[in-house]
């Protein structure tokens, strides 16, 4: 990770807890400025006063909107993205725009975000965005066509969709001839509050209890992917970041595995439209 990010600004998303607070703290210790995007306010102040704090609920197309209005009043350029905040398996709920909670807060609030501060980026010093996937991508199928909800494969799905879109976003600038960078990065198997407010059975709620202490990495090590590609010169556009250990659960940050699904250019070019078409938000500059 570079050492010095002093005069770079970063946003990130869902920064006031778990990967992104930790995230957020390793940044700001080598003089980033950090722009925390969160939902609750008042405790992000608490666990990082002296921050520039914006509320942003990601399921919600029209705060989106107006925390990227916000932006380009008080920002010239933004250096880099991250976008990470996520939900994981709640009973099954509804975005304000009517889209299944999941999908509308870990891809669609994202995928609009990106584009609404593209003008940003493209301003930026060695500019990118980093979509935070999971190793779970791996068991989803693409987010195409009704299916039953169930709270962790429609996350699975969720977290694949963020996976297909870096690749696209990636595919898309290099066309483009865009000086941005689209890199993925997931944390592996790690300890967050995002486990403990899924709904999942309890044998698996008791084992994540019992497991996590044992088998995660604590959360500073899960951000070591997220850092490594916001920062690295080494993090290639394009590739994901994840874990060197076995299964990418744990260890050192390393190239990883994407699934077929999330490089098939066919299933990158049908989520970009089915984005496009579900925000309302285009990208104009690709």
Do not use: C
């Not at 921050?51 to 920002?75: M, P």
Request: proline share 8%; charged share 20%; glycine share 8%.
């Amino acid at each position: 990770m570079t050492a010095d990010l002093s005069d770079r600004t970063f946003v990130v998303t869902g920064a006031s807890s778990g990967l992104g607070l930790a995230t957020t703290r390793a940044l700001a210790a080598r003089g980033a400025h950090v722009v925390l995007a969160v939902r609750d306010e008042e405790k992000a102040r608490r666990v990082a006063p002296g921050h520039e704090i914006e509320h942003v609920d990601l399921a919600d197309l029209d705060s989106v909107r107006d925390f990227a209005a916000r932006l380009h009043d008080r920002h010239p350029r933004i250096d880099v993205l991250i976008n990470n905040a996520g939900v994981m398996a709640p009973p099954r709920t509804l975005s304000p725009q009517g889209h299944e909670l999941q999908f509308a807060t870990n891809h669609l609030g994202h995928f609009a975000l990106t584009g609404l501060l593209l003008d940003l980026l493209l301003a930026g010093r060695d500019p990118r965005v980093v979509t935070v996937t999971s190793v779970n991508h791996r068991q989803a199928k693409p987010p195409f066509g009704e299916r039953a909800y169930s709270p962790m494969g429609d996350y699975n799905t969720s977290k694949l969709a963020n996976a297909i879109f870096g690749v696209e976003l990636h595919r898309r600038l290099t066309a483009a001839g865009l000086p941005l960078s689209s890199v993925l990065a997931h944390p592996g198997y790690t300890v967050t509050n995002l486990q403990f407010s899924a709904t999942t059975p309890m044998w698996r709620f008791l084992l994540g209890r019992i497991g996590n202490p044992l088998l995660a990495q604590p959360v500073e090590s899960g951000a070591r992917p997220l850092l490594f590609a916001a920062t690295d010169p080494a993090a290639q556009p394009g590739q994901l970041i994840a874990p060197d250990g076995p299964g990418e659960l744990r260890g050192r940050p390393a190239p990883g595995k994407l699934a077929p699904a999330a490089t098939d250019p066919e299933n990158g070019r049908r989520l970009w439209e089915l984005s496009e078409k579900t925000t309302g938000v285009r990208f104009d500059a690709l």
